[in-house]
Every structure is written in structure tokens, then in C-alpha cells.
């Protein structure tokens, strides 16, 4: 067993038990009290420096002997589901629940700095701990960024990771390029003239445009797109009407793109906005559109992500490192991406054999708690591998880690 991973597994009932305590008490996005209370003092008793940034996020830093940084980012947040698993540390708070994984990847952020922290004098850089409000909802990761969580001392690299059932435990998934969509959220309101149903002569049937643009939006990923390009526009809700016999005089639609090529993300949602105004115009009535603009396109940087592959083959073995596809699934570490060099990677957390496969946002989400040692291990070598990069090289390498493993013990 590699030495890096005898070490996360000795302190592996620890953080298990900090992942059940917040797995016990959920908190959704911006919300986070008792998460952030908690990280702050855990990382306190570390003597790692915290500091809380958009209003419930929170940054340690470990000041180790180098001028680098690298940065481990773990989201925190809930999601309002009602959690139904029969286990000891299930959710105390109706109505809201980790399914997505958040209590992990926290609990493995405060293990990776527990371990760090008892090596930090042999640390050739320093570490940033970003722990993130609100992924699930409107992104903590872009006002954390804003409050200067990348700043003094600047973020070189970061990294981050998501529990996937879909690998098992001991296994590490890694995306090249381009890993999450982009998302933008639209609303289209369709205005017509009432009538009675029995005179549609006299209306300007606002349904019937709806009925029109929805199939006209389908042309945008068959004929607009390159079909080697994922593309995907939903429409997800619909509303209009008051009874079978009145023609209405509005309707509401609203709707998602998602895609992996961020060049053509304006451009494609301005293709949806002027095919819904012009439908509309060429039937009588008018549509007014509106734009959120979600998450950006994660976007892997190649050098970051070939330096934690081998950091987690040394974990694993490079039999369980595996490639994984692009999702049209959307993340907000895509915003720490766009700022500096980082790679988010997938860590295997299914287990069949204990009943543990359930996918993510499910009401029976679970983790096989043993991908946790694997978690704190992979960020481990990541970052000591990162900041001594330019030894990577040098035959004395396995040398000095093995060194500062040794000194981690004799603390």
C-alpha cells in the first residue's frame, strides 16, 4: 500500500465520522452555519489561518517553505430532498439532504489537511483550503473568487473532486478537456389576443406559436450545430390557458441549453432568442426573452490533470484510473478554472456488494466510506507532487517523500 494512503487510512474513522456528523445536519447553499463553524475549527486546531468569504464559505492556509500554492477546493451545500436511508447518521432535517456527495468531499478536504498540515515544514509551497458554499444553486465558487479567495498568495493550481457511484471505490476517473456543459437558463413569454374557441379568427393563438417555436428549437442542435459538438435545449415548463374553450392571450415557457463549447454559447442563445421573436412576429403576437447565464464549461487544464493522474496511479494502480466521458451535467469549479490552471477528477465511491449504487440527487444516495482514505491520499500526493514538480525528475524523489512521510510520523 502506497505510504501516502497507509497514512489517510489511520485517520480514517476521524473523518468518517466528521463526514456522518454533517451528512446528520444538511444545510442548502448560503445557509451552511454549522458546516463552515465547523471547518473553521477543525482547521483552527490544525493551526491553519481561516477565513470566511461569501458569507458562509471559508479558506484555510498552510504556509509551507516555497513561493507556489496549489488550492483544494470541496463544495459544502445540501439539496432539498427528503432523505429515506435507514443508517445511524441519516439527515436530522426534513425535507433536506447530502445527495450529492458535499459532506464527502468536505470530510476529505479536512482530512487531506490534517495530514498536510503535520508535513507543512517540508511543504515546498503552500496550500489553500477552499471550502464553497452553494454549488447546488446560484455558485459560491464566483463571489468566493470575487472576495479574493484566489489572492494573497495567488492560487498557482487548484483542485477539486465528485463522488461518483458510477466507480467503484479504488477507482479514479479523469475527463481530458472539456469535462462539464455550460448552462443557461431562458424564459420566453409568448403574448397573442384572447378569443372565444369557437371564433379563432378573431385571437392570435399564443399556444399554437408556443407549439411552433418548441418545434423550430429542435433545428438549432439537428441543423445549427455541429453534430459533433454536444448541444442540448429543453424546454422544461410550460404555461398557458384557462380553459378548453378560451383561446389565452399568453403563454410562458422556460427552458436550459447546455453545451461544451463555450465559444458558441452566445451565439446559440442568441439563435433560440431570434427564433422565438420572429415565430412569434410572423404569427401576429410577440415574445419577450430572457437570459440567466449559468456555469461556464469546465475546461481540465492538460498539464494539471497529467500531474494528478500520476499522483492517483500511485494511489491506486493504473489499473483503476479511468477515462471518463464529458456530462452535460454543469459545475461551478468551472469558475476557479477560468482563472487558474486545475483539473476536477472523479472518485469512485460505489460499492454493489453493500448496496451502495444508488446515482446522485437520488433520496437513497450513499457513499462506500472507504473511497474516503482514497480521496485525502489522491489530494495528498497531488499537492506535494505539484509543489515539488521540479524534482519530479530528479532520482532523489522518492527519497524526500519518503522523508516527509517520516517526518508526519515522528509528529
Same mark, same amino acid.
Do not use: W
Given at each position: ?21 454533517? +451528512? ?8 451552511? *452555519?454549522? *458546516? ?35 488550492? %483544494? ?31 464527502? =468531499? *468536505? ?19 503552500? #496550500? ?22 484566489? @489572492? ?37 413569454? $409568448? ?9 379563432? =379568427?378573431? !385571437? ?16 438549432? #442542435? ?29 403563454? +410562458? ?8 463549447? @463555450? ?5 446559440? $442563445?442568441?439563435? $433560440? ?33 497529467? %500531474?494528478?493522474? !500520476? ?12 477515462? $471518463? ?35 446522485? =440527487? ?15 491520499? #489522491? +489530494? ?32
Amino acid at each position: 500500500m502506497n505510504e501516502i494512503l497507509k497514512e489517510a487510512k489511520l485517520i480514517e474513522d476521524e473523518i468518517i465520522q466528521i463526514r456522518r456528523k454533517i +451528512h446528520r445536519e444538511p444545510e442548502l447553499g448560503f445557509e451552511e *452555519t454549522k *458546516t463552515s463553524d465547523l471547518i473553521s475549527k477543525y482547521l483552527n486546531s490544525l493551526c491553519i489561518e481561516t477565513k470566511i468569504l461569501a458569507t458562509t464559505g471559508v479558506m484555510g492556509l498552510l504556509k509551507g517553505n516555497g513561493s507556489k500554492t496549489i488550492a %483544494i477546493r470541496a463544495d459544502m451545500d445540501a439539496l432539498p430532498i427528503q432523505e429515506e436511508n435507514d443508517v445511524p447518521y441519516s439527515s436530522v432535517v426534513p425535507g433536506k439532504m447530502h445527495a450529492c456527495g458535499h459532506d464527502v =468531499h *468536505t470530510a476529505i478536504a479536512l482530512g487531506a489537511a490534517k495530514l498536510l498540515s503535520k508535513m507543512k515544514d517540508k511543504i515546498n509551497g503552500n #496550500v489553500k483550503f477552499i471550502f464553497q458554499p452553494a454549488e447546488e444553486t446560484t455558485g459560491g465558487a464566483k463571489p468566493m473568487i470575487e472576495e479574493g479567495v484566489l @489572492e494573497n498568495p495567488n492560487v498557482d493550481a487548484i483542485i477539486g473532486l465528485h463522488v461518483d457511484p458510477d466507480l467503484n471505490t479504488g477507482e479514479i476517473g479523469f475527463t481530458n478537456g472539456k469535462a462539464y456543459a455550460s448552462s443557461d437558463m431562458f424564459d420566453i413569454s $409568448v403574448t397573442g389576443k384572447s378569443s372565444h374557441g369557437a371564433e379563432p =379568427h378573431k !385571437s392570435v393563438d399564443p399556444i399554437v406559436i408556443s407549439a411552433n417555436i418548441i418545434n423550430a428549437l429542435q433545428t438549432v #442542435v439537428s441543423r445549427n450545430a455541429d453534430p459533433l459538438e454536444p448541444l442540448v435545449i429543453t424546454i422544461g415548463s410550460i404555461e398557458g390557458g384557462y380553459a378548453r374553450n378560451i383561446i389565452a392571450n399568453k403563454v +410562458h415557457m422556460s427552458g436550459i441549453i447546455r453545451m461544451l463549447n @463555450e465559444e458558441k454559447r452566445d451565439e446559440t $442563445v442568441a439563435k $433560440v432568442e431570434d427564433i422565438a421573436r420572429c415565430i412569434a412576429k410572423s404569427m401576429g403576437g410577440k415574445a419577450e426573452f430572457s437570459r440567466i447565464a449559468g456555469y461556464p464549461c469546465l475546461i481540465n487544464d492538460e498539464k494539471i490533470l497529467k %500531474i494528478l493522474k !500520476s499522483s492517483a496511479a500511485n494511489i491506486v494502480g493504473e489499473e483503476n484510473i479511468k477515462n $471518463v466521458l464529458p456530462t452535460l451535467g454543469v459545475e461551478d469549479f468551472a469558475y476557479f478554472l477560468k482563472e487558474v490552471p486545475g483539473c476536477f477528477y472523479k472518485l469512485g465511491c460505489g460499492n454493489k456488494a453493500k448496496g451502495i449504487d444508488k446515482p446522485i =440527487h437520488n433520496n437513497m444516495f450513499n457513499v462506500d466510506e472507504e473511497c474516503i482514505a482514497y480521496g485525502i491520499a #489522491v +489530494h495528498v500526493n497531488t499537492v506535494i507532487n505539484f509543489l515539488n514538480n521540479d524534482l519530479r525528475k530528479d532520482l532523489r524523489y522518492k527519497k524526500i517523500l519518503k522523508n516527509m512521510i517520516n517526518y508526519s510520523d515522528s509528529l
